[in-house]
Each structure stands twice: as C-alpha cells, then as structure tokens.
C-alpha cells in the first residue's frame, strides 16, 4: 500500500470485537499498517490456493458432501477477507483522488462512517446493508450461531 495523510483512516483487513471493523489513522508507515499489508497480501495469496484447490475438487466427482460443504466454509470466509480488502483498497484510492460524488465508487455501507462489513463503527445507523458480498442475513459462517439446512443435493 502507498502513503497515506496522516489523518487518514484505514480499514484494516480483520474485524474487533462483535465483528466490528477496524481502523487504524495514520500514513500507512507504521507497524499496524505494515502487519495490515502483510495480512492482505496472505489473505489475498490464500484465496487464490483455494479457488485453485476448489476448481480440482469440483472436477472430482468422488468428492463427499462433507468435504464440499467444508470447502463452501473456506470460499466463504476468503470471499469475505477479498471483499475487505477490497473495501480498504477502493477507500483509500477515492481518499487520493478526492471525495467521489455521492453513490459513485461507492461501497454500499462501507468505509469509515458505513455501515462496513460486520456492524460498523458507532454512528453508522442500523438500516447499513452493507457490501454486495456481505452474507445475507440468516447465512453464517460455521461456528458464529444457528445454522439454516442447505438445500437437498440433487
């Protein structure tokens, strides 16, 4: 990531307590914005082993439903990290161009005052969507509460 101002906000790729987005202010140089790259350019490494890895599984006709439903967890999860890093990437890049005319480049809900991904900051109002690749409300991720049967395989 290049430079920031020293006021700017970054959304940091992970979530704080009660999957509410993270920032960090300053010009990009110190070590929270150094481990925030590093996780990024890991997380952004990983999913593409795994869209690799999922293409083979797919071509595998033996695979399990158990094995799939596991690798659906995976591409969720690594869909998520993607769509967060690139909510902080499409952030900061209207940062240096200047404010965007409103609804143009705009994550839905997200960035610094949004509604973001999980929740948002205090202020960011309860009718926040949130981005297009966030989770529909009453799908989660394996783990974070009560789950919906998927549908019959046919």
Known sequence: MSAREPDEARLLPWTGPE????YVIGDGSGPVSRAAD???????????ELVGHAGEMLAD???????LHYLASRLVESLRDVGRIAEA??????????AAEPGEFAPAGG???GGGLGGGPPGGGAASVGPPWAVPPG?????SGPRKSPPPVT
């Open 111 to 113: 960035g610094p005052g």
């Open 139 to 143: 799908i989660v991720a394996h783990g």
């Open 61 to 67: 006709h033996r695979v399990t439903r158990g094995e």
């Open 38 to 48: 590093r996780i990024e350019r890991i997380r952004l490494g990983m999913a593409g």
């Open 19 to 22: 999957g509410r987005p993270c």
């Open 89 to 98: 990437r499409l952030a900061a890049a209207q940062a240096a161009q200047g």
